[in-house]
């Protein structure tokens, strides 16, 4: 082999490397070349995390749901159980006595002040297991609110929860109406929620009309992948409690927490 032909073989090698084919820097997505920092490099956002979902406990994330939920599957035999937050903490403390004792654990979407007020009983509500959620910042008609206003009461109130638990809760209920309208959703996904939780069975135990009919309004509706509205400021249904969960049972409907029963 001549001089020409050795040098002409050693810049093929240079210029192929291995198995003689170029190597080009490797193309990036659209979104990555947009935002170089996604994917998985140190400075990717985060989404906000959530107290008591699966992902935040290091399981698999939650599973996508839509911006507004009244009831979960309904070939599950299991009932979520929620609750407003807010109440005198003689009230709140033997309402999570009764709980405990049940070895029951709920949902607890927990109004701003009242954990700013409550910090103790607040991080109880998560040391036994229960979820806590966002009820606005001062449970006011968010209905009637402008975006700016609903917004300052939602981001409120997150930011009250992380004060208490590092994190703002997987779910937001809005104050002072069952279902949420567009202009709630968007300011709630605004804040970092990306579901609205509604319920399909009033237990009316905020009008006080005793332990024996916040039972009956509980039970006579509910079915599987019922969402039940309960409330923590409230003597009757700490009395009520005890009978609503046989009630539960005796149809064979297991109580959970929202995810659970979204799990």
């Known amino acids: 082999m001549d001089r020409r032909t050795l040098l002409l073989a050693a810049g093929a090698v240079t210029l192929g490397g291995c198995g003689g084919q170029s190597q080009a820097p490797a193309a990036q997505s659209p979104d990555a070349a947009r935002n170089p920092g996604t994917a998985n490099s140190p400075g990717a956002a985060k ?24 009831s ?38 927990a109004v701003g002040v009242w954990v700013r007020g409550q910090p103790e ?12 959620g966002n009820h606005t910042l001062n ?23 992380r004060e208490v638990s590092g994190s703002i809760g997987r779910w937001f209920r809005p104050s002072q109406t069952q279902r949420s309208t567009p202009r709630i959703r968007a300011q709630a996904q605004r804040a970092g929620y990306a579901t609205c ?32 509205s309960l409330h923590f400021g409230h003597a009757g249904t700490v009395t009520a409690l005890p009978k609503l969960l046989a009630g539960l049972r005796d149809r064979g409907l297991r109580p959970v927490t929202a995810s659970e029963l979204f799990a």
Do not use: W
């Not at 989404?47 to 009244?70: I, M």
């Open 47 to 70: 989404s906000p995390d959530a107290t008591g979902s699966p992902s935040a406990a290091g399981g698999p994330p939650p599973k996508a749901l839509p911006p507004e939920v009244d």
């Open 72 to 109: 979960g599957p309904r070939d599950v035999p299991a009932v979520a159980l929620t609750f407003h937050g807010q109440g005198e903490p003689g009230v709140v403390g033997g309402l999570l006595d009764a709980l405990a004792a049940e070895r029951v654990k709920a949902t607890v979407l």
């Open 121 to 132: 009983l607040a991080r109880r509500v998560l040391a036994d297991g229960h979820e806590l």
């Open 139 to 161: 449970h006011d008609d968010i209905k009637g609110m402008s975006d700016d206003a609903a917004y300052a009461e939602i981001a409120g109130c997150a930011a009250a929860l």
């Open 197 to 228: 939780l509604s319920y399909d069975i009033d237990s009316l135990d905020y009008t006080d009309p005793g332990a024996d009919a916040i039972v009956r309004h509980t039970l006579q509706g509910v079915r599987n992948g019922s969402i039940v």
